[in-house]
């Protein structure tokens, strides 16, 4: 039976495989990648036996290769491999859904990767000698044991006296996946141990299979005794040993589209009403708010990713900040975002480490062997939305973290011997509370947000959600609480377009469109730009090239509705009006009108603080004149108040920080300036 099969396997190969087989002489690969959907046409009880019996079939068609006239040295022929692809549809088989009957079948999973141990030398052949001087029988013990198996005793004369005198050695690596699919109500993340060797972990796999990358593995599924500080429990451990993987770019392709849903998201991305149609499936649930659910839906689209000549990458995701007072609904915007988007992610930053939120290395020497690298939500959520709530609670030093994150888009580690850079192509929509709890449109964003300036930059759109008595839009927006919540009226709490139809729709437009600027579109984009800065009159900036990008990555996200591969003039306006609205909500002065850029952006020192510190310090002049170096505080404060700087003492404590002034004893004031005799 064993020669039959031998001869089947040779003459597959040779029909299929003679070129690919006879090239391994001048590479230095030694597998030969199989389809097995080949295989399948050719012998479908040869190809049912590699599902059934992996291990045994597989070994057989690599000694046919072994056994063929190869001009290659015989301890390459001893690494050669088979490694298979396409696998048919019931090999296929969720995490979750593992069970005793798949142990020892060759099957494929696929998988985030959530954590990884270093690549290191493992021992999978030992050279065993028997050291009774009459017998002296040699022979190599192969290890497929977590630990090293020693034989009892020598099976030739059966003696106990047994020496270990060489070894064979190969890379190896463990990784733990977790699963990929949307997750149901009571269900949690379901994971698995790989097992990857020799040239699975070669230098160019290892960067696909560091945390945060999606794989499909194919491989045989196996049991190894669970232990707990030695000891060994009934229960076992199940892993899969991979023959062979791939690498998956993104998780949209999960959503299967037929026909009759690309019927209907051409005939919804058509529509005029399109963009309001979107608006309204949105959190339906939350009244008003349609600039904010607008700018999600863009979020969510996603502008186009763009890579310079000098291979310089620019992000197409958009940052969106939600500032909201309490009963403003911001969580629930980031919980509906989180359900929509496939592989989204939603964490509190009260809870959040930076190990759960950016990545960390953890030690495991139990199962992994060593240092390991473990991804949190940002990597995890690659190609899609991280919804980080409470975001003014994340701690400094991990908030630090997120600044390679929301510009670069990837996380970098250098922690006990693990240098690796993690891809996190993640859009961040984060919810933070005002500092005292409510929002003053008059002080800067930075004196009320506990966040770093650095981090407030990169946010492409900031919104304010601010609770303000209103009687009209108070009594629409308990009429709309009551319908939805309490007598159940399906019409409004019910989305406009299908929660699983916007996913699919958002997968279609995310997959098949790059828009790309029209001239016309570019030059209206120019046009505000240049008006902006025209306008930035007495040293207020009110835009700078990070908006500019926003504007472009908006107008993309716009034009990816409409399923176009151009960017036209509406988009443009409608990306205009969104930055706008944010802009004035945060960097407005409410007595000019104007934009202050550093008043939006979190400046600490804003253009209208820079004007009075101006005012202070000629004021401080003429007071040098009439008293020398040190002049009294409160004869300074009254005339500035006089000259309409009513917080005079906010601005002297601003000049105090960095370095202008100082108080050498109490009420009175010098510029350190004039003490150092500058």
Same mark, same amino acid.
Not at 114 to 132: G, H
Not at 451 to 470: G, N, Q, S
Not at 608 to 626: A, T
């Given at each position: 039976?064993?020669?039959?099969?031998?001869?089947?396997?040779?003459?597959?190969?040779?029909?299929?495989?003679?070129?690919?087989?006879?090239?391994?002489?001048?590479?230095?690969?030694?597998?030969?990648?199989?389809?097995?959907?080949?295989?399948?046409?050719?012998?479908?009880?040869?190809?049912?036996?590699?599902?059934?019996?992996?291990?045994?079939?597989?070994?057989?068609?690599?000694?046919?290769?072994?056994?063929?006239?190869?001009?290659?040295?015989?301890?390459?022929?001893?690494?050669?491999?088979?490694?298979?692809?396409?696998?048919?549809?019931?090999?296929?088989?969720?995490?979750?859904?593992?069970?005793?009957?798949?142990?020892?079948?060759?099957?494929?999973?696929?998988?985030?990767?959530?954590?990884?141990?270093?690549?290191?030398?493992?021992?999978?052949?030992?050279?065993?000698?028997?050291?009774?001087?009459?017998?002296?029988?040699?022979?190599?013990?192969?290890?497929?044991?977590?630990?090293?198996?020693?034989?009892?005793?020598?099976?030739?004369?059966?003696?106990?006296?047994?020496?270990?005198?060489?070894?064979? #050695?190969?890379?190896?690596?463990?990784?733990?996946?977790?699963?990929?699919?949307?997750?149901?109500?009571?269900?949690?993340?379901?994971?698995?141990?790989?097992?990857?060797?020799?040239?699975?972990?070669?230098?160019?796999?290892?960067?696909?299979?560091?945390?945060?990358?999606?794989?499909?593995?194919?491989?045989?599924?196996?049991?190894?005794?669970?232990?707990?500080?030695?000891?060994?429990?009934?229960?076992?451990?199940?892993?899969?040993?991979?023959?062979?993987?791939?690498?998956?770019?993104?998780?949209?392709?999960?959503?299967?589209?037929?026909?009759?849903?690309?019927?209907?998201?051409?005939?919804?991305?058509? *529509?005029?009403?399109?963009?309001?149609?979107?608006?309204?499936?949105?959190?339906?649930?939350?009244?008003?708010?349609?600039?904010?659910?607008?700018?999600?839906?863009?979020?969510?689209?996603?502008?186009?990713?763009?890579?310079?000549?000098?291979?310089?990458?620019?992000?197409?995701?958009?940052?969106?900040?939600?500032?909201?007072?309490?009963?403003?609904?911001?969580?629930?915007?980031?919980?509906?975002?989180?359900?929509?988007?496939?592989?989204?992610?939603?964490?509190?930053?009260?809870?959040?480490?930076?190990?759960?939120?950016?990545?960390?290395?953890?030690?495991?020497?139990?199962?992994?062997?060593?240092?390991?690298?473990?991804?949190?939500?940002?990597?995890?959520?690659?190609?899609?939305?991280?919804?980080?709530?409470?975001?003014?609670?994340?701690?400094?030093?991990?908030?630090?973290?997120?600044?390679?994150?929301?510009?670069?888009?990837?996380?970098?580690?250098?922690?006990?011997?693990?240098?690796?850079?993690?891809?996190?192509?993640?859009?961040?929509?984060?919810?933070?509370?005002?500092?005292?709890?409510?929002?003053?449109?008059?002080?800067?964003?930075?004196?009320?947000?506990?966040?770093?300036?650095?981090?407030?930059?990169?946010?492409?759109?900031?919104?304010?959600?601010?609770?303000?008595?209103?009687?009209?839009?108070?009594?629409?927006?308990?009429?709309?609480?009551?319908?939805?919540?309490?007598?159940?009226?399906?019409?409004?709490?019910?989305?406009?377009?299908?929660? *699983?139809?916007?996913?699919?729709?958002?997968?279609?437009?995310?997959?098949?469109?790059?828009?790309?600027?029209?001239?016309?579109?570019?030059?209206?984009?120019?046009?505000?730009?240049?008006?902006?800065?025209?306008?930035?009159?007495?040293?207020?900036?009110?835009?700078?090239?990070?908006?500019?990008?926003? #504007?472009?990555? #908006?107008?993309?996200?716009?034009?990816?509705?409409?399923?176009?591969?151009?960017?036209?003039?509406?988009?443009?306006?409608?990306?205009?009006?969104?930055?706008?609205?944010?802009?004035?909500?945060?960097?407005?002065?409410?007595?000019?009108?104007?934009?202050?850029?550093?008043?939006?952006?979190?400046?600490?020192?804003?253009?209208?603080?820079?004007?009075?510190?101006?005012?202070?310090?000629?004021?401080?002049?003429?007071?040098?004149?009439?008293?020398?170096?040190?002049?009294?505080?409160?004869?300074?404060?009254?005339?500035?108040?006089?000259?309409?700087?009513?917080?005079?003492?906010?601005?002297?404590?601003?000049?105090?920080?960095?370095?202008?002034?100082?108080?050498?004893?109490?009420?009175?004031?010098?510029?350190?300036?004039?003490?150092?005799?500058?």
């Amino acid at each position: 039976m064993e020669e039959e099969i031998t001869n089947k396997i040779s003459d597959f190969l040779k029909e299929n495989y003679e070129k690919e087989i006879n090239l391994l002489a001048l590479s230095e690969n030694n597998s030969i990648i199989i389809d097995f959907k080949l295989l399948e046409a050719f012998d479908i009880l040869l190809a049912e036996s590699i599902l059934e019996e992996p291990e045994k079939t597989i070994k057989m068609f690599e000694e046919v290769i072994r056994n063929m006239d190869i001009p290659i040295e015989e301890s390459r022929k001893e690494k050669i491999r088979v490694r298979f692809i396409n696998l048919p549809e019931k090999a296929y088989i969720r995490i979750k859904n593992l069970r005793e009957k798949h142990l020892k079948k060759f099957i494929c999973v696929d998988g985030i990767i959530k954590r990884a141990s270093e690549i290191r030398p493992e021992i999978y052949k030992v050279l065993f000698k028997c050291r009774n001087e009459q017998c002296g029988y040699e022979w190599w013990e192969e290890q497929n044991e977590r630990f090293l198996k020693k034989p009892l005793a020598c099976s030739v004369c059966k003696r106990r006296n047994l020496e270990m005198t060489d070894k064979k #050695l190969r890379d190896a690596r463990w990784i733990v996946i977790e699963e990929p699919f949307e997750l149901r109500g009571g269900e949690s993340t379901s994971e698995l141990f790989i097992y990857l060797t020799e040239d699975l972990v070669s230098e160019k796999n290892r960067i696909k299979t560091e945390p945060g990358n999606r794989i499909k593995v194919f491989g045989i599924l196996k049991e190894i005794p669970k232990r707990v500080k030695g000891r060994i429990y009934k229960e076992m451990e199940i892993y899969l040993e991979a023959n062979n993987f791939e690498t998956i770019e993104t998780q949209w392709e999960d959503i299967e589209i037929s026909d009759e849903d690309e019927k209907k998201i051409k005939e919804l991305a058509s *529509d005029k009403n399109i963009y309001n149609y979107l608006v309204e499936s949105v959190a339906p649930s939350i009244f008003g708010y349609d600039e904010v659910k607008l700018a999600i839906i863009l979020q969510m689209f996603g502008g186009v990713e763009i890579i310079t000549e000098d291979k310089v990458r620019i992000r197409g995701d958009l940052n969106i900040l939600l500032v909201g007072e309490p009963a403003t609904a911001k969580s629930q915007f980031l919980k509906t975002v989180a359900q929509i988007m496939p592989r989204a992610k939603y964490v509190s930053g009260k809870a959040a480490t930076k190990a759960g939120l950016i990545a960390t290395v953890t030690r495991d020497e139990e199962f992994l062997g060593g240092w390991v690298l473990e991804a949190g939500a940002v990597v995890l959520s690659n190609n899609s939305v991280c919804c980080i709530d409470e975001f003014e609670k994340i701690e400094k030093d991990d908030m630090i973290a997120l600044h390679e994150v929301m510009e670069q888009q990837s996380v970098s580690i250098a922690k006990a011997s693990i240098v690796a850079t993690l891809p996190a192509r993640t859009a961040i929509l984060a919810a933070a509370n005002p500092k005292f709890g409510r929002f003053d449109e008059i002080k800067p964003i930075s004196e009320q947000l506990t966040i770093p300036e650095t981090i407030l930059t990169r946010f492409d759109l900031k919104f304010a959600l601010r609770d303000v008595p209103d009687i009209e839009k108070d009594k629409k927006m308990i009429e709309h609480i009551e319908k939805v919540r309490y007598f159940q009226t399906e019409e409004m709490s019910k989305p406009k377009i299908d929660v *699983d139809l916007l996913r699919k729709y958002i997968a279609y437009a995310r997959a098949r469109c790059k828009p790309k600027l029209t001239i016309e579109a570019a030059e209206k984009l120019k046009e505000f730009y240049l008006s902006l800065r025209k306008a930035s009159a007495g040293g207020v900036i009110s835009i700078t090239t990070r908006q500019y990008e926003s #504007l472009v990555r #908006l107008a993309q996200a716009s034009a990816k509705i409409q399923l176009r591969d151009f960017v036209d003039k509406e988009d443009v306006e409608r990306a205009i009006n969104i930055i706008l609205f944010s802009l004035k909500q945060f960097g407005q002065d409410i007595t000019t009108g104007t934009i202050d850029i550093d008043k939006a952006e979190g400046q600490k020192i804003t253009h209208e603080h820079r004007s009075k510190i101006k005012l202070v310090e000629s004021i401080i002049n003429d007071l040098e004149i009439k008293h020398g170096k040190t002049i009294p505080l409160d004869e300074l404060i009254k005339i500035a108040k006089e000259n309409g700087i009513f917080d005079i003492e906010n601005i002297l404590k601003k000049m105090k920080e960095v370095g202008e002034i100082l108080e050498p004893r109490p009420g009175k004031i010098e510029r350190i300036k004039r003490i150092l005799g500058i």
